[in-house]
């Protein structure tokens, strides 16, 4: 079975830009999380999704926002590109909804380079 | 808020060394508890998990126990081997998933 893809494997934006991130899950996971690995750091939590509808949020400033389609694939869209936008964008998947403890498997991440 | 702290790295060791990184963790009630593993240039892979008090995951040579009375997950391996190089995150979860800045294990032959 095929895991979790994303696209592009990599992106270099300038200042100012807006990029689309995509995610498609794991064949049967309605759950969809979004997350973001600085260099050297851990990833940190940015949205969850779970049937189409947004279950929780990280503390990231309003130029990020995401959806989830009929299919759970999703898209995560940042605008206003900044320099410490930069990082390794990751996208999981799960069975479970929020709260319920569930197994997130990870995608290979889309790079991203602002410059 | 709930947080996992992890052992600072790097971490060096000779093939076939014990290994332990050590995690704790912060957090109301009983989250689930995991750790992941990281090659270079890739995603996050699962390595092992534990859902509950005194449950101990394993996986390919790796164990961790779940200890409430010391809020600890801390990951061993009795023989480490080269191919174990890579960068290892704790993380819980309970309702978002946080996970721990990550440990840098380098295994020399």
């Known amino acids: 079975d095929a895991g979790v893809t994303q696209s592009p494997t990599h992106l270099i934006k300038t200042r100012g830009q807006h990029v689309t991130l995509r995610c498609s899950p794991i064949?049967?996971?309605?759950?969809v999380s979004w997350y973001q690995q600085v260099l050297g750091q851990g990833p940190q939590f940015i949205f969850q999704y779970y049937e189409k509808e947004e279950r929780g949020r990280g503390n990231f400033p309003d130029r990020f926002s995401a959806r989830q389609f009929p299919n759970y694939s999703s898209e995560l869209n940042v605008n206003a590109l900044l320099l410490g936008d930069s990082a390794l964008y990751l996208c999981?998947?799960?069975?479970?909804?929020?709260?319920?403890?569930?197994?997130?498997?990870f995608g290979p991440g889309t790079r991203l380079l602002v410059l | 808020g709930d947080s996992v702290t992890q052992m600072e790295g790097p971490v060096t060791l000779s093939e076939e060394a014990f290994l332990t990184i050590n995690c704790t963790y912060t957090?109301?009630?009983?989250?689930?508890l995991f750790w992941y593993v990281q090659y270079p240039g890739e995603g996050l892979q699962l390595l092992l998990k534990a859902t509950k008090a005194d449950d101990k995951g394993s996986n390919k040579g790796f164990e961790a126990t779940y200890r409430k009375e010391t809020t600890s997950f801390h990951l061993e391996k009795g023989s480490v081997q080269v191919s174990d190089s890579a960068v290892y995150f704790c993380?819980?979860?309970?309702?978002?998933?946080?996970f721990g800045a990550g440990t840098r294990l380098t295994v020399k032959p």
């Open positions: 957090a109301t009630g009983y989250p689930s």
């Open positions: 999981a998947s799960s069975l479970e909804d929020r709260g319920q403890a569930g197994t997130q498997y």
């Open positions: 993380a819980l979860i309970k309702g978002d998933m946080r």
């Open positions: 064949s049967g996971h309605k759950s």
